[in-house]
């Protein structure tokens, strides 16, 4: 959301006019961010209740060793969330390129 919240907010500013239908899209954006972030606030509030609860029954080294496995498990996906981004920009910048190239190649 975050993303695309600052796309939209490019976009923006590159047209110089926002419009108001890129205005009421970055409205909804934001409000989206402020709703997921407090939605990851309470996730993260149970999170620890429950953490206690597994420890209890794992004890403290099998939980060291969960709590490595879950935090590795996170930055794995946050990075094949990020390269998917980049994915997608790339391609489209590589077609923006291949288009300006068949501009010219018309001239």
């Known amino acids: 959301l975050a993303g695309r919240l600052a796309k939209t907010e490019q976009d923006m500013l590159e047209m110089k006019e926002g419009g108001p239908g890129n205005e009421r899209k970055r409205e909804k954006l934001a409000a989206q961010l402020a709703e997921a972030l407090r939605i990851k606030e309470n996730i993260d509030k149970r999170s620890t ?35 998917g981004d980049k994915m997608k920009l790339c391609k489209k910048q590589l077609s923006e390129l291949e288009l300006g190239e068949r501009g010219w190649a018309g001239k």
Do not use: A, T, W
């Open 49 to 83: 209740k429950v953490l206690r609860s597994i420890e209890r029954y794992l004890g403290v080294e099998e939980m060291q060793h969960f709590k490595l496995f879950i935090k590795e498990k996170e930055k794995l996906l946050s990075d094949n969330k990020e390269l």
